[in-house]
């Protein structure tokens, strides 16, 4: 491994490496044993990776949304009974909220199922003699829980004053943090459903002049050193510089500038913009993952 980069919040590795030492499958090994999951990325910013990714994020987000509402669910009537009884004590609340096994009974699923993807990680890391914040998590939670446990099955086994359980700090602190990971990845849903925006942009073909004649070509097909074609209210398909004829130009979806830009022969024209007024041809100079817009999906 010559270089690797990491970026938590683009959830993106980037890494350079001697295939004649190690595989991209050995790569991906190592990292899913230290607790993460990953995907190749075939084909970076392209319409079908951003599809697949936007997927993957609405199944994690339904995943943490049943996880969100199982622990709220559960949690619920045991926060409240422990919060009501200790500030307030009020002789209406019924006893059997306050039950130990009626409260082990309903944090036993939070605990287990809501809160696993926080202990399996937590436990991998560990294995790996590091730490982070699932590790914290798992290790509070799992001694409030055991301890909570022991008082409810062997009371006897510790002094009377000792005997308190803590089902309500186990609910509260996974569906919270877990809830905050739902947010995280709405957020980050949001990103994706941009960048699959700024996707649609670009131009699905372009008219390249081949062999003297103009034929119409898939936008993957085009190379840099191709004469482009660009005729009035066409999209530019790639960056390049113009050789021939002059227009303006509406390039406020890349640049942000609203009036048209005019552009005439050794002006530079960026993909995804739109013709306005006249005709021109055009030299690609950048195609594919070099072009503008490219860059900024990526």
Request: zero cysteines; charged letters at 25%; hydrophobic letters at 40%.
């Amino acid at each position: 491994m010559d270089d690797v980069k990491v970026n938590f919040g683009a959830e993106r590795v980037t890494a350079r490496y001697d295939p004649e030492q190690i595989s991209p499958e050995q790569i991906q090994q190592i990292i899913e044993n230290t607790g993460y999951k990953i995907r190749h990325r075939s084909e970076p910013g392209s319409q079908e990776t951003e599809d697949r990714e936007a997927a993957d994020r609405r199944a994690e987000q339904r995943d943490l949304t049943r996880r969100v509402l199982v622990g709220a669910i559960l949690s619920a009537p045991v926060i409240f009974a422990v919060m009501t009884s200790e500030f307030f004590n009020p002789a209406w609340l019924p006893p059997f909220l306050l039950n130990r096994w009626l409260q082990l009974i309903l944090i036993t699923p939070v605990m287990l199922y809501a809160g696993w993807p926080i202990h399996r990680t937590g436990w991998l890391t560990l294995r790996h003699r590091t730490a982070d914040m699932n590790t914290l998590i798992t290790i509070g939670t799992i001694a409030a829980f055991g301890y909570s446990l022991v008082v409810t099955v062997v009371p006897g086994v510790l002094p009377e004053g000792l005997r308190q359980v803590y089902y309500e700090a186990v609910g509260v602190i996974i569906t919270l943090i877990l809830l905050g990971r739902l947010l995280e990845a709405i957020a980050k849903g949001g990103t994706s459903e941009a960048i699959r925006k700024l996707i649609g942009l670009q131009a699905k073909t372009a008219r390249v002049v081949r062999d003297g004649a103009e034929v119409d070509v898939p936008i993957e097909d085009v190379q840099a050193g191709d004469i482009v074609v660009v005729r009035p209210g066409e999209k530019v398909p790639v960056d390049g510089e113009i050789v021939e004829g002059h227009s303006t130009l509406d390039e406020s979806m890349v640049t942000g500038e609203s009036l048209p830009v005019s552009k005439g022969e050794g002006d530079t024209v960026i993909g995804a913009t739109i013709n306005q007024t006249g005709a021109f041809r055009f030299k690609a100079t950048k195609v594919g993952k070099d072009t503008m817009l490219s860059q900024i999906i990526q």
